[in-house]
């Protein structure tokens, strides 16, 4: 494949430029000098230069043209000889070897030549003939020079065979470019070329066929030639300028021809006396003596030639060129049929062949598994996805019939014998080398040669009664007759196919089946060769998809891995020349011949050269021929339609360029045409893949032809965009208005205009070179744009996974939603993963960063705090707007690595495009989510500690006075002089103790009424729902919500439900509304008590803020889940309800939190060490160890603890995320029901189907558990924030030392600030350490060290000891509701059967579940049986049942029109049949004890069910998520 437009620069290059030139079909390709288009016509250079060019140099055509026809094999000599007849060239019939001067028939070269015409017998019927040339019995003329001649014979020839309106260089002659190059090695060169009448009078030059054959070179020095021509031929006309009475290569040959010597009148070496000697010894009469006059120009020597050539005609015998064969044989002439491979496949094709009497018969008896067993099998697989005729009958019962049904079918297939025409044809497609090329093209030669004389008569009659098309009929059997009168190669790899595919349905180790495991590989092997691949069966309009999947497999094992594929398509009309088109472009060999219009569509694989790789960027080129979109006239016929809407989404979908075949005169055929081709492009634009389109116009001559087409290309676009519009209606895709929202497409670059193939009137008329040329631009624009591919090719693999999806899907009516593609779920889940670390580390830096401002905020107002501000307000303030820095960066991080992400080549990211606004606004929203949050912990933690600065000054002033009574006793008891014994110390020191205490005033602290508050804030957050809202609040106490279970009825919802039901029995549960809100109830109650929970947990003072979280909780879910219809009652009565439940909660957690810093309190807990502190002073004891004991286990440790508690959480969080079950929503829930098969216990499936929430959570809850019982990986992490820790409190003290003062109270605080950013030290221990310290600095300091290193020890040996529950259940964040939150979704479930979501991105704006399931498992039942139901939504969705409920106002609806009331969902039909086995399974092993739980009555399961093994519903699992 090549796209250069390099010159012939040397000899050697002449061959190449030729042969491309040719396969191009280019009518200019003998024209050597021909280096560009336009040639340099520079006036300045003078005239000398110009014809200095010597032409010597130059090779003369025919030599190029013989050395290309001895340097090829069989198959590329038989395309040249193709491309050279329909380009009007000669074609070499004996080809001269000049180094073993030999000759050769050029047989095979030319068998695959087939020429149509009309002879004049046949001008009135209107009838043709359509042969293989090699076949038809046409008199041969034969032209021939005796010694040198002045006049070119060749040229004489070509004007003898052209029209006056139209002269045509059939034969290379002297006046040619280069023709007059001296020849080397053609001389002894036949060439033939073939006159065919077109049945008009006016222009036929010859009312009948016949072949003419030109000899190069003297026939003196070619003998065997020209006795080989005297032989075959009818006449042999000998040019002459001088003739020899003794002439005996004349004389002496065995003439079967009639002789007729042409000579010139002005040549004088032509004596009389010679001509007559030679008249008498060949017995000529003087009709065959032609001798040119002077006064005759070359048009009347033409005229007297063509009459002498019509005489001949009509008397002459005829033979074949195959005749020939035994001709040369006698004369030692080669024959290039003769090579043993060819033979032997000849032999081996006839063999098959030779039985064919009547194809029809032979179809039945020989290929028996296509016929009518294969389209009944392909209605059964379209109707198991399409359910059109199920009635109103059960649809699984009806699948499960289907399927026994084609299981019969398979059986059928696989009851009958392959047939001995079959086994041949195995076998000699398993034949090595070139044998097997050869067999396939005896086969489609014989096979053509059959079926062509019915085919052609069928064809034109089909295109008669098309014109005419009142009776639909008499076309509809015409087609039928044309299906069942066609028979080529593809029904025996059709056959194959079936096969093929009917023994899989066989047992593993049956013999039967193993023996055929080996035929998609030799088709793989053929495809590899060039061969084209059937796609899709176009009698059947169906995929054998097990069988194409598995050639496409064995191709990807025969390839190099990696190798990559790019796909170019072909669409249109019928009869367009759209399979010309591609053999013309990419020098393929698709089926041409008029009798054989494609069927369905054709694959075919073209293998890239290295420099063309770097271009494009793969490995092969896949092309698609398809059959003909039929005409509107023809839509009615059987479904045409809908087959051609099914083939254009195919083709489409497996392009990365369609070229669609346009015709501009007819606008109704056209605008069908291009509804058909816009619907699959839309439908390819939904489901993610961008494919590039080109429209080409063919038949379009003129040289303006752009300009003046421009109004044709605006109609084009009006009705592009009409279209648009009419498909976006049928596919509820309505926001594309134009064809530009479907895909990228300008008018001006868009099309292409390609003149007609023939420049002339067929059969006689060359190729218009136009054609050629405008076909070669229209290739280098589409390499072009397929090598700007955004996105990275396919490999052979990914191709196939697209051939299925796409085939899939296309058998459903509803494409887009039935669609799916295990690389579009690849790429999904990709990005899900992408997304969910970047999100991650979003929420990990933010918990740090909040961590962080927690401490300051704790820390402020104390020795510890580093914040200038003296004013909790302003410092608040300033943190708020750092978070909110903070979390804006984040957000233009994650927006950033989102566009990076979709800007990457590899990984399919186009694919999902679509989502990408989803996932930007998951950004966004998720930075919105975390501001509130972070603002809210910020507010909570300065209110704390505002509550405690008041309490902690009360401690401290109380802290000194006792201090100051202390320092007062001990000077009094030192006074005493006595010594005094501990136990009179103690009794002094109570004495003080009980006298200062009288003093101090302990004023009780207040307790804030936390019911007033929630209460205020509940008011706030309703005032926006009106009055009712107002008054339905009042009714009630907050003091009496939240004690009991909240419960949920509604007379209401009852009374219409059963009203509008009357008797109708319907599996729709009367309590199903009821159900659905005491879910959503029991959900939000549950999210709030954990948040109570863990707020409650962490022993703070109450703040306002988590009222307004729950309320936002709340809120929120209700915003979520407003398909469960709710009334106002209903959310007041639930908000109360919660609001009562958590005041009741933070009431005791804030008393319990007074009582716990009561100052009272806390100066009684320290009184024995204030006790201890006054002896050790009074006696003078060293007291630094003990104080550096003291402050370490009072003031540093519990610091280090709650470090350490409050960074856990994210650590094992992110920790469980690397796991691959909790990486993405869709990894979780295939994992969680992977464990519930694999446990295999009822009451697991209950849990799971009833509180599916609560179930995953005990279900991650143990996954940690799991993962951190086994590993030491928690102990590295607590080791980790231990050590990290200990470094900054050493580097504290080691700081405070460097430090000047000598005083210890200075020591301390320098330690304390310098921790302030990391630790939290409780002023209420560090006020009671402080108090009658008199221990030295230095000493205290080494003591600290000490002490600390020791206390690291001993938290070491602590955290090996605890178990992992009970380290879960003292952290800030909880990794399994962190974890919960993450990967249960939106929360969303099924409207039809309550399976979960599975969507990725929290601001998804379309819901979808992987696996949905027998809805009898959401415990609806029929009313009428009370027997479970096993109907599955995604099989209803395609069915014409009907559903009702409280989004319909309980009026009865087709499920196929779901998203009229459920719009956010996307409910699409099964992938593959098996998907839904998993809950099939279950349901069917688990049915009475289902129905037991339920109340209801076990559902009658149909049979295929019941065959569902435990590894299939695996399988079915991992098919359904999309795991490797």
Excluded at 1 to 24: C, G, H, Q, R, V
Excluded at 102 to 118: E, F, G, P, S
Excluded at 1063 to 1087: C, G, Y
């Amino acid at each position: 494949m090549t796209i250069t437009d390099e010159p012939a620069k040397s000899n050697s290059d002449f061959p190449w430029y030729f042969l491309k030139k040719l396969m191009m079909v280019n009518v200019a390709a003998r024209n050597m000098t021909s280096t560009s288009d336009c040639e340099s016509d520079d006036e300045s250079g003078n005239e000398e230069d110009s014809d200095s060019s010597n032409t010597d140099d130059m090779p003369n055509p025919l030599d190029i043209i013989t050395a290309l026809f001895l340097c090829s094999d069989g198959f590329v000599q038989q395309e040249m000889a193709l491309k050279m007849s329909t380009c009007q060239f000669s074609v070499p019939l004996l080809l001269p070897n000049c180094d073993t001067n030999q000759c050769t028939l050029m047989l095979w070269a030319m068998r695959d030549i087939v020429k149509k015409y009309r002879p004049q017998s046949l001008s009135e019927s209107k009838g043709f003939i359509e042969d293989r040339i090699v076949l038809s019995e046409l008199p041969m003329i034969s032209f021939v020079r005796l010694g040198e001649c002045s006049s070119s014979k060749s040229e004489i020839l070509n004007k003898l065979l052209s029209n006056s309106q139209q002269y045509h260089d059939t034969f290379v002659h002297r006046n040619m470019e280069c023709g007059d190059s001296p020849r080397r090695i053609s001389n002894g060169l036949i060439e033939i070329t073939w006159y065919l009448p077109c049945g008009n009078t006016n222009i036929d030059i010859f009312s009948q066929p016949v072949a003419v054959a030109n000899l190069r070179g003297d026939i003196a020095s070619f003998k065997t030639q020209y006795s080989f021509l005297c032989q075959t031929s009818a006449a042999v006309f000998v040019f002459f300028d001088h003739l020899d009475s003794e002439c005996s290569v004349l004389t002496n040959q065995h003439h079967k021809a009639q002789i007729f010597l042409v000579g010139k009148e002005e040549s004088k070496r032509c004596t009389l006396d010679a001509l007559n000697e030679v008249e008498t010894k060949l017995g000529l009469t003087k009709n065959n003596i032609i001798i040119r006059k002077k006064q005759n120009n070359d048009a009347d020597f033409v005229k007297k030639l063509r009459q002498k050539v019509r005489n001949v005609i009509k008397k002459s015998k005829n033979m074949t060129i195959d005749q020939m064969a035994d001709i040369a044989h006698e004369l030692g002439i080669l024959v290039d049929e003769d090579s043993p491979e060819c033979q032997s496949a000849k032999k081996n094709a006839k063999a098959i062949t030779a039985e064919i009497q009547d194809i029809l018969k032979y179809k039945d008896d020989h290929l028996p598994r296509q016929g009518k067993i294969w389209k009944e099998l392909t209605c059964l697989e379209k109707e198991e996805f399409r359910l059109r005729k199920v009635g109103s009958g059960n649809i699984e019962d009806y699948t499960s019939q289907l399927q026994k049904d084609r299981k019969e079918l398979r059986k059928k297939q696989n009851s009958y014998d392959m047939s001995t025409a079959m086994t041949c044809f195995i076998n000699a497609i398993s034949s090595p080398g070139t044998e097997r090329f050869y067999f396939l093209k005896w086969m489609r030669m014989n096979l053509d040669n059959m079926s062509r004389i019915k085919l052609s008569e069928l064809q034109e009659k089909y295109k008669e009664k098309c014109k005419n098309c009142e009776n639909k009929e008499e076309i509809k059997e015409i087609d039928r007759q044309i299906s069942n009168s066609s028979l080529g190669t593809e029904h025996f790899f059709r056959e194959m196919g079936q096969i093929y595919e009917a023994s899989l349905s066989l047992p593993q180790t049956d013999p039967a089946r193993q023996q055929l495991q080996h035929l998609p590989k030799l088709c793989a092997e053929l495809l590899l060769d060039g061969f084209p691949l059937e796609l899709v069966d176009g009698d059947a309009s169906n995929i054998p998809l097990r069988w194409v999947s598995d050639v496409l497999s064995q191709l990807s094992d025969l390839m190099s891995p990696n190798r990559k594929i790019l796909v170019v398509t072909v669409l249109g009309v019928q009869s367009t020349g759209k399979s010309t088109l591609l053999n013309t472009m990419f020098g393929v060999q698709f089926a041409v011949s008029s009798g054989r219009c494609t069927r369905g569509a054709f694959m075919l694989l073209i293998k890239i050269n290295e420099d063309m790789k770097k271009v494009l960027n793969c490995d092969f080129m896949v092309i698609i021929d398809t059959e003909g979109l039929k005409s509107p006239e023809l839509a009615q016929l059987e479904n045409s339609f809908e087959h051609d809407n099914e083939l254009a989404t195919l083709v489409v979908g497996l392009s990365d360029i369609t070229i669609v075949n346009v015709a501009m005169e007819n606008s109704t055929e056209m605008k069908d045409i291009l509804q058909i081709v816009v619907h699959a492009f839309l439908r390819m634009k939904e489901v993610g893949k961008k494919p590039k389109c080109q429209f080409v116009h063919q038949n379009v001559s003129d040289v303006s032809a752009h300009e003046k087409n421009l109004r044709d290309r605006k109609l084009l676009l009006e009705q592009l965009n009409e279209m648009t519009q009419a498909a976006a209606r049928m596919e509820k895709k309505e926001e594309n208005k134009r064809f530009t929202d479907v895909m990228e497409y300008s008018p001006d670059t868009g099309n292409w205009y390609i003149p007609g193939l023939w420049n002339g009137n067929p059969p006689m008329a060359p190729v218009n070179a136009g054609y050629s040329e405008a076909v070669y631009k229209l290739k280098k624009n589409i390499i072009k744009l397929l090598g700007n591919c955004e996105s990275s090719a396919n490999d052979v693999m990914e191709f196939k996974e697209w051939v299925t999806s796409l085939w899939t899907a296309v058998k459903h009516e509803n494409f887009i939603f039935s669609f799916r593609n295990s690389l579009v779920a690849d790429a999904y889940m990709r990005l899900c993963t992408e997304f969910n670390k970047w999100e991650w580390e979003f929420k990990k830096e933010m918990y740090t960063w909040v961590t962080n401002a927690e401490t300051k905020i704790s820390n402020f107002g104390t020795i510890a705090a580093k914040s200038e501000s003296s004013d909790m307000r302003d410092f608040l303030k300033c943190l708020k707007s750092e978070a909110s820095t903070v979390l804006s960066a984040w957000e233009t991080k994650l927006l950033e690595n989102l566009t990076q992400y979709f800007k990457q080549t590899e990984g399919h990211v186009y694919l999902v495009e679509g989502y990408r606004e989803e996932f930007s606004n998951s950004a966004k929203s998720l930075r919105k989510e975390m501001e509130r949050s972070v603002f809210n912990q910020l507010t909570a933690a300065a209110e704390n500690r505002q509550g405690m600065a008041e309490i902690d000054k009360i401690k401290e002033n109380h802290a000194q006075e006792i201090e100051k009574a202390v320092h007062v006793l001990i000077d009094t008891c030192r006074k005493k002089k006595a010594q005094m014994k501990d136990k009179e110390l103690d009794n002094e020191f109570d004495k003080m103790w009980n006298e200062t205490l009288k003093k101090l005033s302990f004023s009780k602290q207040k307790t804030t009424n936390v019911f007033t508050s929630v209460s205020h804030g509940l008011r706030i957050n309703l005032s926006h729902r009106g009055s009712h809202a107002c008054e339905l609040l009042s009714q009630k106490s907050l003091q009496d919500c939240g004690k009991e279970p909240f419960k949920y009825t509604s007379e209401n919802i009852l009374h219409r439900a059963k009203h509008a039901m009357g008797r109708v029995a319907k599996w729709f549960n009367i309590d199903d509304h009821i159900m659905a809100v005491q879910k959503l109830a029991d959900s939000i109650i549950n999210a709030c008590t954990q948040f109570v929970r863990e707020k409650v947990n962490r022993k703070k003072n109450y703040s306002d803020t988590y009222i307004q979280e729950i309320l936002h909780i709340i809120d929120e879910k209700l915003q979520n889940n407003q398909d469960v219809k709710t009334n106002i009652e209903f959310e007041v009565s639930l908000k109360q309800h919660i609001c009562g439940f958590a005041a009741r909660e933070f009431q005791k957690m804030h008393e319990d939190f007074i009582q716990e810093n009561d100052p009272y309190r806390c100066l009684m807990k320290n009184k024995k060490r204030f006790c201890d502190d006054f002896k050790d002073v009074f006696h003078e004891r060293d007291q630094c160890q003990k104080k550096a004991e003291e402050f370490t286990n009072r003031c540093l440790k519990p610091a280090v603890e709650d470090f350490i508690t409050r960074s856990l959480g994210p650590d094992i969080t992110g920790e469980m995320l690397t796991c691959e079950q909790l990486s993405t929503r869709m990894s979780f829930q295939y994992s969680v029901l992977l464990d519930l098969l694999s446990k295999d216990d009822f009451k697991n499936y209950v849990s799971y189907i009833d509180s599916y929430e609560k179930y995953v959570k005990t279900w991650i809850l143990n996954k940690i558990v799991e993962r951190f019982s086994t590993v030491s990986t928690i102990s590295e992490f607590e080791d980790q924030h231990l050590n990290s820790c200990i470094k900054s409190i050493n580097d504290a003290i080691n700081k405070a030392k460097n430090k000047k003062s000598d005083e210890l109270k200075t020591f301390v605080e320098d330690i304390c600030k310098e921790l302030g950013d990391k630790l939290v030290i409780s002023q209420d221990a560090l006020g009671a350490f402080m108090i009658l310290n008199n221990a030295d600095k230095k000493q205290f300091a080494d003591w600290l060290t000490v002490s600390v290193n020791e206390m690291a020890e001993d938290r070491r040996m602590k955290f090996e000891k605890v178990q992992i529950e009970m380290k879960l259940q003292h952290l800030h964040v909880q990794p399994q509701n962190e974890l919960f939150n993450k990967l249960v979704g939106c929360g969303k479930q099924c409207p039809f059967c309550k399976a979960p979501c599975d969507a990725g991105g929290r601001a998804h704006t379309e819901h979808f579940a992987l696996l949905h399931r027998p809805q009898g498992l959401g415990s609806y039942r029929w009313d009428t049986t009370e027997e479970l139901i096993t109907d599955i939504c995604s099989s209803l969705v395609v069915s014409d049942k009907r559903f009702y409920c409280s989004a319909t106002n309980y009026e009865r609806h087709p499920y196929k029109n779901y998203k009229d009331f459920y719009p956010d969902w996307k409910i699409p039909p099964d992938v593959s049949l098996e998907a839904s086995d998993y809950w099939k399974f279950i349901m069917a092993q688990y049915n009475d004890d289902f129905a037991k739980e339920f109340n209801a009555k076990p559902a009658v399961i149909p049979a295929a069910w019941k065959e569902i093994t435990k590894q299939q519903a695996e399988k079915s699992l991992k098919e359904s998520f999309t795991i490797k």
